[in-house]
């Protein structure tokens, strides 16, 4: 996979996710401020409009992805990455190793929609949790990581982190 990073063109379809999210959240005034701006505070406002079942905008789960990408773009060690051969954008921390963790956020969203309901924060963790076992990331990518999981909603990958940090300490 030849990967680049994704021009500003390419990445406008991520920029109008978050302008609709953003529009769309706003819409509910009585909904806390979230201004959709690459923080975890978006993952848990993607998974609050699904519970209380206030929909998605137009762009459904297709922009959710983008959405919750931007977080670990924004938030994490990733960047948004363009691979030529499929058209797709990825997520990657920009080293080209074989432990080099890549996430393409439409399949990780579409994948876990198929098992049931997607929570984001538990997305979130699973995805976090894999890339930490890689090992392809230095500590602050792996600080940058961690501190995108909300422990208190997904415990059980909460413990799956630990255990794989406390393996790391020990390495």
């Not at 459904?60 to 938030?75: E, M, P, Q, R």
Request: hydrophobic share 40%; glycine share 8%; charged share 25%.
């Amino acid at each position: 996979m030849g990967l680049r990073l994704a021009s500003a063109a390419e990445c406008s379809g991520v920029a109008s996710a978050v302008r609709a999210f953003r529009d769309h959240w706003a819409s509910f005034p009585t909904l806390w401020e979230c201004p959709f701006a690459g923080t975890p505070e978006d993952i848990r406002a993607l998974d609050y409009l699904r519970y209380e079942g206030l929909g998605y905008p137009d762009l459904g789960f297709a922009g959710a992805a983008l959405v919750w990408g931007n977080v670990l773009a924004t938030s994490g060690p990733f960047r948004w990455r363009a691979d030529d051969s499929t058209g797709y954008l990825v997520l990657s921390p920009g080293r080209e190793e074989p432990t080099t963790p890549i996430v393409w956020p439409y399949g990780r969203v579409f994948e876990s929609e198929l098992r049931g309901p997607v929570t984001f924060q538990r997305l979130t963790a699973r995805v976090v949790a894999e890339c930490l076992e890689l090992s392809g990331l230095d500590r602050e990518e792996e600080a940058r990581l961690v501190s995108l999981v909300d422990e208190s909603a997904c415990s059980e990958y909460s413990r799956r982190l630990e255990a794989v940090l406390a393996e790391k300490d020990r390495s």
